[in-house]
């Protein structure tokens, strides 16, 4: 029985979840009400979407075993995933009642009394946390990822670079340690050491295409045209799950509104007549605002995140797992309008994109997009150090131009915000002449 419970949650762990479930259900049988196969059942049913389900046998377990930490501590985490902050937060301190070294149940304490807006209880709590345990990595790490979120209320963004690097200094293979201080230096305006950050990070993680993007974008290695396939669905991959929250919430970010308003005011009153791409439709905020003008609305994303989210929001036609470029190529006229909201900021050479942009759309049509600003008075784009690109009026106007837009306009707007301030961007809008 133990040998046979032994290996279900070695297979739970290689991520065999039906076989793993099997395993559990048949040591049950074979002896009803073990608390550590009701346990790890729970676990199991809940990152099945059976939530229910592992709520109920997880409490089973714990009237068997009720000084178990670890399943007072799952059980939390079923809460927290679930939104129950409140019951969550009970079962991390039973759990730290029947284990006061549980440092998981207190990490885990610290980030729901952070979700409840408790913020001073939630520092004290991450500060007991390194207290209890000064060479856990992550305990250092959740510190500084704290005060950065927090960057205008307790913390401040030096002593969470401070964090970053003990964090570093104590699992130099916490690499999410490195990702968080580079991109903290670049905050701080220290482009210099974020180069050493992710130099380090790409020594650690030769193949991945975030530290190797970022190191160019502080200067480090010469810049891509345009950001690498892979580093776009690392990074948006990573990012869906949040990216409404954070965007609406933290960055005040208003690109889509902004960039459909101005859309709005050249198409005039909607009648539901155009077939319109969102080009890099992300989770599809640009789709609820623009839809009332579409006959057809569709969208294209690298990133299979993303798309998974505009999936559940709704309201596209089809949405396609592709390329910018090569989708607008694969479909000549096509769309009478194409939009794209903050897509283009990951493209420096806009020449080939903007010209498969003209061929994708019939004569007449429009395409409406946002970029940041390069504040200079120069024909060119550059790669600035938060990733991103920013363009410069001048080349914006010279490659419209160049790709046969008529009817060009380039107004100023702040889209979104960083570090607390602004960030200049341009709203674009052009017409491909109506002779095709
Ligand atoms: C900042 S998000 C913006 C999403 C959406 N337009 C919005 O405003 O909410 C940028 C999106 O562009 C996508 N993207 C970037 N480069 C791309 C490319 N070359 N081809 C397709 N999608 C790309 C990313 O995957 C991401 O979803």
């Given at each position: 029985m133990?040998?046979?419970?032994?290996?279900?949650?070695?297979?739970h762990?290689?991520?065999?979840?039906?076989?793993?479930?099997?395993?559990?259900?048949?040591t049950?049988?074979?002896?009803?009400?073990?608390?550590?196969?009701?346990?790890?059942?729970g676990?199991?049913?809940?990152?099945?979407?059976?939530?229910?389900?592992?709520?109920?046998?997880?409490r089973?377990?714990?009237?068997?075993?009720?000084?178990?930490?670890d399943?007072?501590?799952?059980?939390g985490?079923?809460?927290?995933?679930?939104?129950?902050?409140?019951d969550?937060?009970?079962?991390?301190r039973?759990?730290?009642?029947?284990?006061?070294?549980?440092?998981?149940?207190?990490?885990?304490?610290?980030?729901?009394?952070?979700?409840?807006?408790?913020?001073?209880?939630?520092?004290?709590?991450?500060?007991?946390?390194l207290?209890?345990a000064?060479?856990?990595?992550?305990?250092?790490?959740?510190?500084?990822?704290?005060?950065r979120?927090?960057?205008?209320?307790?913390?401040?963004?030096?002593?969470?670079?401070?964090?970053?690097?003990?964090?570093?200094?104590?699992?130099?293979s916490?690499?999410?340690?490195?990702?968080?201080?580079?991109?903290?230096?670049y905050?701080?305006?220290?482009?210099?050491e974020?180069?050493?950050?992710?130099?380090?990070?790409?020594?650690?993680?030769?193949?991945?295409?975030?530290?190797?993007?970022?190191?160019a974008?502080?200067?480090?290695?010469?810049?891509?045209?345009?950001a690498?396939?892979?580093?776009?669905?690392?990074?948006?991959?990573?990012?869906?799950?949040?990216?409404?929250?954070?965007?609406?919430?933290?960055?005040?970010?208003?690109?889509?509104?902004?960039?459909?308003?101005?859309?709005?005011?050249?198409?005039?009153?909607?009648?539901?007549?155009?077939?319109?791409?969102?080009?890099?439709?992300?989770?599809?905020l640009?789709?609820?605002?623009?839809?009332p003008?579409?006959?057809?609305?569709d969208?294209?994303?690298?990133?299979?995140?993303?798309?998974?989210?505009?999936?559940?929001?709704?309201?596209?036609d089809?949405?396609?797992?592709?390329?910018?470029?090569?989708?607008?190529?694969?479909?000549?006229?096509?769309?009478?309008?194409?939009?794209?909201?903050?897509?283009?900021?990951?493209?420096?050479?806009?020449?080939?994109?903007?010209?498969?942009?003209?061929?994708?759309?019939r004569?007449?049509?429009?395409?409406?997009?946002?970029l940041?600003?390069?504040?200079?008075?120069?024909?060119?784009?550059?790669?600035s150090?938060?990733?991103?690109?920013?363009?410069?009026?001048?080349?914006?106007?010279?490659?419209?131009?160049?790709?046969?837009f008529?009817?060009?306009?380039?107004?100023?707007?702040?889209?979104?915000?960083?570090?607390?301030?602004?960030?200049a961007?341009?709203?674009v809008?052009?017409?491909?002449?109506?002779?095709?």
């Amino acid at each position: 029985m133990v040998a046979m419970l032994r290996q279900a949650v070695e297979v739970h762990q290689a991520g065999q979840l039906d076989a793993a479930e099997a395993l559990y259900r048949r040591t049950l049988q074979m002896q009803a009400g073990q608390p550590d196969a009701l346990h790890f059942l729970g676990v199991l049913c809940h990152q099945r979407g059976r939530s229910d389900e592992g709520i109920r046998l997880i409490r089973m377990a714990l009237r068997a075993a009720p000084l178990h930490a670890d399943a007072h501590n799952n059980l939390g985490n079923i809460h927290k995933e679930t939104g129950k902050l409140a019951d969550a937060e009970a079962c991390y301190r039973q759990a730290l009642a029947y284990n006061g070294q549980h440092h998981d149940a207190l990490s885990n304490l610290a980030l729901v009394l952070e979700a409840q807006q408790r913020f001073q209880e939630a520092f004290e709590a991450y500060a007991e946390l390194l207290e209890r345990a000064p060479r856990l990595s992550l305990a250092h790490y959740l510190m500084g990822m704290y005060l950065r979120r927090h960057v205008n209320e307790i913390g401040d963004l030096e002593h969470a670079v401070a964090c970053f690097r003990n964090a570093v200094r104590c699992d130099g293979s916490n690499v999410r340690a490195l990702d968080a201080l580079g991109v903290t230096l670049y905050m701080l305006g220290r482009q210099d050491e974020a180069v050493g950050a992710y130099r380090d990070w790409l020594g650690r993680e030769p193949d991945n295409p975030v530290p190797r993007h970022m190191l160019a974008a502080c200067g480090g290695e010469a810049a891509p045209p345009r950001a690498d396939d892979a580093y776009v669905r690392e990074v948006f991959d990573r990012f869906a799950e949040s990216f409404d929250e954070q965007l609406l919430k933290n960055l005040d970010y208003r690109a889509p509104q902004v960039l459909v308003d101005a859309l709005i005011g050249v198409l005039g009153v909607a009648e539901g007549a155009l077939d319109v791409l969102d080009a890099g439709c992300g989770t599809g905020l640009c789709g609820p605002l623009i839809r009332p003008h579409a006959r057809r609305l569709d969208g294209v994303d690298l990133s299979g995140g993303m798309l998974e989210k505009a999936r559940l929001r709704g309201g596209y036609d089809d949405l396609v797992a592709a390329e910018l470029t090569a989708y607008l190529q694969d479909h000549p006229e096509t769309w009478d309008v194409v939009l794209s909201a903050d897509t283009l900021v990951y493209f420096g050479d806009l020449v080939e994109v903007l010209a498969a942009t003209h061929a994708a759309l019939r004569a007449g049509g429009r395409v409406a997009f946002t970029l940041e600003a390069m504040d200079a008075d120069e024909d060119r784009s550059e790669l600035s150090s938060s990733g991103r690109y920013r363009h410069a009026r001048r080349y914006v106007e010279r490659v419209l131009d160049a790709a046969g837009f008529v009817e060009v306009s380039i107004a100023a707007s702040a889209l979104r915000k960083e570090v607390g301030k602004p960030v200049a961007g341009w709203v674009v809008l052009a017409r491909k002449s109506r002779r095709g």
